[in-house]
């Protein structure tokens, strides 16, 4: 599977983005998806996740009713919707396809995009 992110920008406090993933070869409707981020200076960290059918979501308290993940498995692209960023949202975003284990943990991805950068000015 291979995973390609886009959508990033610069925007307003306040503002919105939609990242989306497209990803190429027939297995990523079997995969779960995750979106990470990576703020300078920082280790990488769980966004938002979404189980293969999109049955169930999971997302970090710090984003948790800002922003919302989805899945097109028919289009294999994946989205992640944000509102009401914030300046600490700033990062670079990648979406990953979740190969078993923790949601939340990296070790659980089995294939990254190359990242998106996501700037939040305030």
């Known amino acids: 599977v291979q995973l390609q992110a886009s959508g990033g920008g610069l925007v307003q406090a306040g503002g919105s983005l939609r990242l989306s993933c497209a990803a190429s070869?027939?297995?990523?409707?079997?995969?779960?998806m995750g979106w990470f981020r990576q703020a300078p200076g920082k280790e990488r960290e769980f966004v938002a996740a979404?189980?293969?059918?999109?049955?169930?979501?999971y997302y970090a308290d710090s984003v948790q009713g800002r922003f919302t993940i989805s899945r097109d498995n028919a289009k294999n692209t994946g989205s992640l919707q944000m509102n009401s960023l914030k300046p600490e949202d700033t990062a670079v975003y990648y979406c990953?396809?979740?190969?078993?284990?923790?949601?939340?943990?990296?070790?659980?991805?089995?294939?990254w995009g190359q990242g998106t950068q996501v700037t939040v000015s305030s």
């Open positions: 990953a396809a979740h190969a078993g284990g923790s949601w939340n943990g990296e070790k659980s991805y089995a294939y």
């Open positions: 070869g027939r297995t990523f409707s079997r995969y779960g």
């Open positions: 979404i189980t293969w059918r999109g049955g169930s979501t």
